[in-house]
């Protein structure tokens, strides 16, 4: 969720939150937003965008603004008076989720020398269409790769296209940012996906309601 103060401007933070209810036909309550795990004080008249999901796999963008804060429960809520009728979000649009995940990556066989024959390191963020990754060498652009997505509970193989890499170094180490497309994957195993990042995002709403 983006939010839009009246003072501060922009705030595009990854705030989390969480439908609750409908106050009329017009405002929605939502949870307060939480960043960094704890309930942020957005302003009234703040403008938002947020998208929420529905299920494991409908994704929907609502556009609107602050028009009360409340506390129901010891949970803190935001009443949000919505200007727009919302937007599902079609598949090719989804939605990036920030969080540190173990993946390889097997590019394909070269006898060019410097080549690895598997490539480690973390997601930067993941969504439905693709991953962001850092490794520590460097991915060829335009190049499709094999890769493997290594969550708690289960593994993910998938084929990828690598869209970008970049360079950055990161406490005197060189490390390399690499967007990567999923290519040829099914269904099944892109909805896994959608439904981890659901699952996460409702964890990280729970910390953060409770304060921890």
Do not use: W
Not at 39 to 52: G, K, L
Not at 92 to 97: A, E, K, L, N
Not at 191 to 196: Q, R, Y
């Amino acid at each position: 969720m983006t939010v839009v103060d009246p003072v501060e401007g922009k705030l595009d933070m990854g705030f989390i939150s969480q439908l609750e209810g409908l106050v009329d036909v017009n405002t929605i309550r939502i949870s307060a937003p939480i960043h960094e795990a704890k309930v942020y004080p957005v302003r009234v008249n703040s403008h938002i965008e947020a998208y929420f999901f529905y299920k494991a796999n409908q994704i929907y963008r609502v556009i609107g603004y602050v028009t009360d804060r409340l506390i129901i429960d010891d949970i803190a809520l935001l009443d949000v008076r919505v200007t727009e009728k919302p937007e599902k979000i079609q598949r090719r649009q989804y939605y990036r989720f920030d969080c540190r995940v173990p993946v390889s990556f097997s590019p394909q066989k070269s006898d060019e020398p410097g080549k690895h024959d598997e490539i480690a390191g973390y997601t930067i963020d993941i969504s439905g269409g693709g991953v962001s990754s850092q490794t520590d060498y460097m991915l060829v652009p335009n190049s499709v790769i094999s890769g493997a997505l290594l969550f708690d509970n289960f593994q993910l193989k998938f084929k990828g296209k690598v869209i970008r890499c970049s360079r950055e170094i990161i406490n005197e180490e060189i490390k390399y940012n690499s967007s990567i497309s999923f290519e040829d994957i099914e269904y099944k195993e892109r909805e896994k996906i959608v439904g981890f990042i659901f699952r996460q995002q409702r964890e990280l709403l729970k910390k953060g309601l409770r304060g921890s």
